[in-house]
């Protein structure tokens, strides 16, 4: 049987591959967030599962305003790194795991969440740059991948209490498929940003400082948060974190906290960095 091991949340700033890309990691500005996720990538060497499932979204990369999906699972074989205007970041090409991706997408469709499949996919920074800050620079990831894109780029995307219990139902599906496998589940993006209007620059200590709180021992609550609070509070892109309902729903609900980080700046964003295990 397949089983969650872990969950990882982590912002996804595009800054941030670009300074690993470019070999700025060692910059002023830069070595303090790389030195909280110098304990994840020990972490994720000792603890590497077989698969992630990695919740993100597109930023209108593969994806655009013609066609959103609310939810899409990848299926394919590989996903190659996007273009997302200065060429595809150098990192390897992304291994899928198409019969986990197929169950999950049976099951959690059966759950009566209707998702979308996606049989050809380019990942961009949402899924690279998490996986470049948990697994540095290697010429293979260590790990397959499941892409999984929610909607949070066109009005309206889903709410934190139907990604909470999508969490759920993806744990539903990894633990009803047959083979012994590792899964951990990542959800990425925010914490407080807005990158347009007259608040661009938003951060919210505070307010951040409180979701993680409540992501870790109250998510139950934490879940009935309304959009308008993220917008409010956290900034347009703060809406993001809705991604991380779905890693923490699929968790039990006692969870023991592995690594905490937060960290700003970061490009325009409030870094936050969870590790997160099962309590027994
Ligand atoms: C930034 C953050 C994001 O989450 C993103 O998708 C794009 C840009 C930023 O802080 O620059
Ligand atoms: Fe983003």
Redo the contacts with the bound molecule.
Sequence with gaps: MARITAGVAT?????IGAAIDQGKTAEAYWAPLFAGFERSRTWMREHCPDVVVLVY?D?ATSFNLDIIPTFAIGCAEHFAPADEGWGPRPVPVVEGHPELASHIAQSVIEQDFDLTIVNRLDVD??LTVPLSLLCGQPTQWPVRVIPFAVNVVLYPPPSGRRCFALGAALRRAVESFDDDLDVQIWGT??MS?Q?QGPRAGLINRRWDTQFLDRLISDPDDLAQTPHLEYLQEAGS?GI?LIMWLIMRGALSRRVRTVHRFYHVP????AVGHLILENAP
């Design positions: 912002s996804h700033v595009p800054a979204n930023h920074h949402g993006g925010g940003h990158l892109e993001e970061a490009s325009n964003t």
